[in-house]
């Protein structure tokens, strides 16, 4: 092998950035089970089954937002019941803190909507509508 | 059934040990091969008189010590240097070089984008997730902000830049036709990869809690429970697996190229043949100049140039010369 000390250094180096995950964690990667962690909501069904739920629930807010801000519709049926079209109605059966961030922590998802929009994981003392 | 999907919880391993072996094997198998030839390509001035300028620009592009050619291979590697000197010769245009750098933009757009796509992908892998792929990520969807999910940046460039990229191989005849069938077959693994990754993310929505606990139970080596993988979707299972072929494929491919630049003699050699002299790895007695020799030793033989004369040219291309002949041709030496 000819320049044996630079292959080997690259061979290294490449492994190295193989190993990515491992050291940028400093090997701390925890297997959790999310949906064992999930605070239980309340009330029996969601919005929508929960198969459809978990994967399209921020498709549901963008289309309530566009039909709540632009058209002013207020209601939105479903086969299970009647829901008012408004990001505080999740938190009528969802913990924020317990349920949406933990799961959302997990996946390294970071809503934007929580810098307008209340959530009961804020601590704002003039917000007393949200029963 | 269930049983069955454990093949996607294998198959990144057999990938990856593919991958591995693959690629160290080619290293080793390139830094096996001898390079008997100073070939360094010099686009700069080389150090001469003190009067001759001799900027930055030509060190780089000539280097004349290690130091240097160690500069000019970064510059290779992460701005794609002789790729941004690229032009095309055009005969019919009066043997004009025609700029054609916008392959080495959609190449930088393209490479760049990717990196940020795998280090993204880091979010999947890592639980708790590591501040700087929240960063990155956060900075990737700023321009998308507006939608939801955010649009992020580079899932869009990739994109465009590899139908660029591809395109230059369907659309431009002279591209066509160097174009070989492997080409075309990583840029179609590529192709299936991003698409069904956008496709994921903005329009087939999947549910990823179960996508970051399979990998997590990759990544930890905890094989997962029947109850992820049975929540895997179909679109994940096919973006998955079109990942693991391209991994497994990687040491087979021209892909090897991200080990190979570093081997390539024009970009590795600093440009001091003058100085240093050469040895060539295969020569048996390198004391001796080459100048002085009967022959050049390649691998313990001995190649002579001789001069051959007509009568011995006749004999060996006796046959071809004589057809030409009978189509009422001369064959006479030319004196």
Redesign the interface.
């Known amino acids: 092998?000819?320049?044996?000390p630079y292959?080997i250094l690259?061979?290294v180096v490449?492994?190295i950035i193989?190993a990515?995950?491992?050291w940028?964690?400093a090997g701390?990667?925890?297997?959790?089970?999310?949906?064992k962690e999930l605070a239980k909501p309340k009330g029996v069904n969601c919005i929508m089954g929960v198969?459809w739920m978990?994967?399209?629930h921020?498709?549901l807010?963008?289309e309530w937002r566009e039909i709540a801000v632009r058209k002013g519709v207020r209601k939105y049926k479903t086969e299970n019941g009647v829901f008012n079209v408004s990001l505080t109605e999740c938190w009528r059966c969802h913990n924020y803190d317990e349920y949406c961030k933990k799961?959302h922590?997990?996946?390294?998802?970071?809503p934007?909507c929580w810098d307008c929009h209340y959530n009961p994981g804020m601590k704002i003392p003039t917000v007393n509508y949200i029963k | 059934m269930s049983e069955i999907m454990y093949i996607f919880y294998i198959l990144p391993y057999v990938a990856f040990a593919i991958f591995i072996v693959g690629v160290i094997y080619r290293i080793i198998n390139w830094a096996n091969s001898a390079v008997p030839l100073k070939v360094p390509t010099t686009a700069g001035q080389q150090p001469t008189f003190n009067f001759i300028r001799r900027t930055w620009v030509d060190k780089i592009d000539s280097p004349s010590n290690k130091f240097w050619a160690f500069i000019r291979m970064l510059f290779e590697v992460f701005l794609f240097r002789s790729l941004f000197r690229n032009t095309k010769y055009y005969v019919e245009k009066g043997g004009k070089n025609a700029d054609t750098r916008w392959l080495w933009l959609f190449a930088m757009l393209f490479h760049y984008s990717l990196l940020i796509i795998v280090i993204r992908h880091l979010r999947f892998f890592t639980n708790p997730t590591p501040k700087f792929v929240s960063t990155i990520e956060y900075l990737d969807g700023l321009v998308g902000v507006a939608i939801v999910p955010p649009l992020l940046m580079t899932g869009v460039i990739a994109l465009v830049a590899l139908a660029f990229l591809w395109g230059r191989r369907i659309f431009l005849a002279k591209e066509r036709s160097i174009s070989l069938p492997s080409d075309h077959l990583i840029l179609f693994f590529m192709a299936v990869i991003l698409v069904s990754g956008l496709l994921m993310r903005y329009i087939v929505k999947v549910d990823l809690s179960y996508v970051k606990m399979f990998a997590l139970s990759i990544i930890t080596v905890h094989p997962p429970s029947p109850e992820v993988l049975a929540n895997l979707h179909w679109l994940f299972l096919i973006h998955f697996t079109f990942v693991c072929i391209t991994i497994a494929y990687l040491p087979f491919s021209k892909v090897m190229h991200f080990a190979g630049v570093w081997f390539s003699p024009t970009r590795n050699m600093p440009n001091d043949n003058r100085r240093k002299r050469h040895v060539n790895p295969w020569d048996p007695n390198p004391e001796v100049p080459i100048l002085a020799r009967v022959g050049i030793v390649v691998d313990g033989q001995v190649f002579k140039s001789k001069k051959l004369d007509w009568n011995t040219y006749y004999e060996m291309y006796k046959d071809q010369l004589d057809e030409i002949a009978e189509n009422n041709y001369t064959i006479k030496p030319e004196l």
């Open positions: 092998m000819y320049h044996k292959v690259g061979i490449f492994l193989l990515t995950p491992y940028v964690t701390n990667i925890k297997y959790e089970d999310i949906h198969k978990a994967s399209k921020m498709e807010l963008n799961c922590e997990f996946m390294d998802v970071r934007v």
